[in-house]
């Protein structure tokens, strides 16, 4: 899932909220108790009726009504809706900080208690959807994101390029592939939330991956560090071999660039694999981790992830009841199954294996060598956002109007206006 937060103009976002009013959580007239269900994933719609088509199924008199919204504005067109009556009974929710503001505001119901399949879930699955004051759990996880390379297999047969071990390797692959007309990596740098992943997908072992975590959390290095200042270099460094155009993309025009064969590899996240494959159903997929960059302090590629979306209820829902049986249902093997089969997702239910071998290959890889997304899991408790000022950063260092020294600069001024090191 899509880890970023919306930056949408209210008045844009207080239309769609009113507009969701007019079919938000009421009876069918048939008797049924309609639940509101909101989401930011609108390329899910189809996969998630035939989800919840299997919940009605086995829980008449129960529907769900899903509506989508465009990610950019979801944040702010659920804050809105939250505080009206016409809001969603359950709603997708953003992870780790992201969270914060709507269980301060009172808006969610904690489930500890209420919802007893939690159990189903490792105690790390739920650090995303936890309050970080009260420690209650506010949401049913959905799934695990990883972030990884994607390469177009036809395309590497063609030109003789192999999946990578070394970085050099990588880049002689490229240079290969700019050489006949075919763009190496296809990136978005309008989507500014996509800028960060890309840095600790290709940049993560220069700074130290999670070693580098626990000395930032502990007050033993800042985002000054040398090595972190080199790590956002690396991007300055595989510039060449992004599209020309890149600052003008977006995610759908990036992932449209690759599937249709004009481009050989993409930065992307588990959760693009469905969308991938819907633009292109022929495309035959591999992915890989970007071998250590030069100079890295770890020696062996690493996985991106994090926990991502989850669950919650309403604090207003009318119908509690009903919307704690949906989200027990999302406990089980069923629906974590059905994320894995259906949406093409990595389910954190317990005993839930992914159907897809591409999926199978990213949690294997996470398992064995992981590194947090930093920004999202440590650095959106306060504002402003550590991955904010990272995404604006890079953006800014990309387009030559900073250099990695400012970026890392103003990362560090940032966040030190409200992290303190434990």
Same mark, same amino acid.
């Given at each position: 899932?899509?880890?970023?937060?919306?930056?949408?103009?209210?008045?844009?976002?207080?239309?769609?909220?009113?507009?969701?009013?007019?079919?938000?959580?009421?009876?069918?007239? @048939? =008797?049924?108790? &309609? /639940?509101?269900?909101?989401?930011?994933? +609108?390329?899910? #719609? !189809?996969?998630?009726?035939?989800?919840?088509?299997?919940?009605?199924?086995?829980?008449?008199?129960?529907?769900?009504?899903?509506?989508?919204?465009?990610?950019?504005?979801?944040?702010?067109?659920?804050?809105?809706?939250?505080?009206?009556?016409?809001?969603?009974?359950?709603?997708?929710?953003?992870?780790?900080?992201?969270?914060?503001?709507?269980?301060?505001?009172?808006?969610?119901?904690?489930?500890?208690?209420?919802?007893?399949?939690?159990?189903?879930?490792?105690?790390?699955?739920?650090?995303?959807?936890?309050?970080?004051?009260?420690?209650?759990?506010?949401?049913?996880?959905?799934?695990?994101?990883?972030?990884?390379?994607?390469?177009?297999?036809?395309?590497?047969?063609?030109?003789?390029?192999?999946?990578?071990?070394?970085?050099?390797?990588?880049? @002689? =692959?490229?240079? &290969? /592939?700019?050489?006949?007309?075919?763009? +190496?990596?296809? #990136? !978005?740098?309008?989507?500014?939330?996509?800028?960060?992943?890309?840095?600790?997908?290709?940049?993560?072992?220069?700074?130290?991956?999670?070693?580098?975590?626990?000395?930032?959390?502990?007050?033993?290095?800042?985002?000054?560090?040398?090595?972190?200042?080199?790590?956002?270099?690396?991007?300055?460094?595989?510039?060449?071999?992004?599209?020309?155009?890149?600052?003008?993309?977006?995610?759908?025009?990036?992932?449209?660039?690759?599937?249709?064969?004009?481009?050989?590899?993409?930065?992307?996240?588990?959760?693009?694999?469905?969308?991938?494959?819907?633009?292109?159903?022929?495309?035959?997929?591999?992915?890989?981790?970007?071998?250590?960059?030069?100079?890295?302090?770890?020696?062996?590629?690493?996985?991106?992830?994090?926990?991502?979306?989850?669950?919650?209820?309403?604090?207003?829902?009318?119908?509690?009841?009903?919307?704690?049986?949906?989200?027990?249902?999302?406990?089980?093997?069923?629906?974590?199954?059905?994320?894995?089969?259906?949406?093409?997702?990595?389910?954190?239910?317990?005993?839930?294996?992914?159907?897809?071998?591409?999926?199978?290959?990213?949690?294997?890889?996470?398992?064995?060598?992981?590194?947090?997304?930093?920004?999202?899991?440590?650095?959106?408790?306060?504002?402003?956002?550590?991955?904010?000022?990272?995404?604006?950063?890079?953006?800014?260092?990309?387009?030559?109007?900073?250099?990695?020294?400012?970026?890392?600069?103003?990362?560090?001024?940032?966040?030190?206006?409200?992290?303190?090191?434990?």
């Amino acid at each position: 899932m899509r880890p970023h937060r919306g930056f949408a103009v209210l008045a844009v976002a207080a239309s769609l909220a009113a507009t969701a009013a007019c079919t938000a959580t009421g009876s069918s007239g @048939t =008797g049924d108790v &309609t /639940l509101s269900l909101w989401s930011w994933r +609108p390329e899910d #719609t !189809a996969a998630y009726r035939q989800i919840f088509a299997a919940f009605e199924k086995s829980h008449p008199g129960i529907k769900v009504d899903f509506k989508a919204y465009k990610s950019t504005e979801y944040n702010t067109v659920l804050s809105t809706g939250l505080t009206q009556s016409g809001g969603p009974d359950v709603m997708q929710l953003r992870a780790y900080g992201g969270l914060q503001p709507l269980i301060e505001a009172g808006e969610l119901v904690a489930l500890d208690g209420k919802v007893a399949g939690l159990s189903n879930f490792e105690t790390t699955s739920l650090e995303g959807a936890r309050g970080k004051k009260d420690s209650k759990v506010y949401g049913v996880p959905l799934e695990m994101s990883t972030f990884q390379i994607y390469y177009n297999k036809d395309l590497f047969s063609r030109y003789g390029v192999q999946p990578p071990v070394t970085w050099e390797q990588m880049l @002689t =692959g490229a240079r &290969t /592939l700019l050489d006949n007309n075919v763009t +190496p990596f296809a #990136t !978005a740098g309008k989507d500014t939330w996509l800028l960060p992943l890309y840095d600790d997908t290709f940049a993560a072992t220069r700074y130290g991956g999670p070693a580098f975590e626990k000395k930032v959390l502990a007050g033993q290095a800042t985002f000054t560090d040398p090595d972190f200042v080199a790590a956002l270099d690396v991007l300055n460094q595989l510039k060449p071999y992004f599209p020309k155009d890149m600052m003008g993309l977006g995610e759908t025009e990036a992932q449209t660039l690759f599937a249709t064969g004009k481009a050989a590899m993409i930065p992307e996240g588990s959760f693009a694999l469905g969308p991938l494959q819907a633009i292109n159903p022929e495309l035959e997929l591999g992915v890989f981790n970007a071998p250590p960059a030069p100079g890295a302090v770890v020696t062996k590629p690493l996985q991106v992830g994090w926990v991502d979306a989850s669950y919650g209820l309403n604090a207003k829902s009318g119908h509690q009841k009903e919307a704690l049986e949906l989200l027990q249902w999302m406990t089980t093997t069923e629906f974590g199954q059905l994320v894995a089969d259906t949406l093409k997702q990595v389910s954190l239910v317990k005993g839930v294996q992914p159907g897809d071998p591409l999926l199978g290959q990213m949690v294997q890889a996470y398992r064995s060598n992981p590194t947090p997304y930093l920004m999202l899991v440590n650095f959106r408790y306060g504002t402003p956002l550590g991955s904010d000022l990272q995404a604006a950063g890079l953006q800014k260092m990309l387009l030559g109007q900073q250099n990695p020294t400012q970026v890392a600069g103003d990362i560090q001024a940032g966040v030190s206006q409200w992290f303190k090191p434990q």
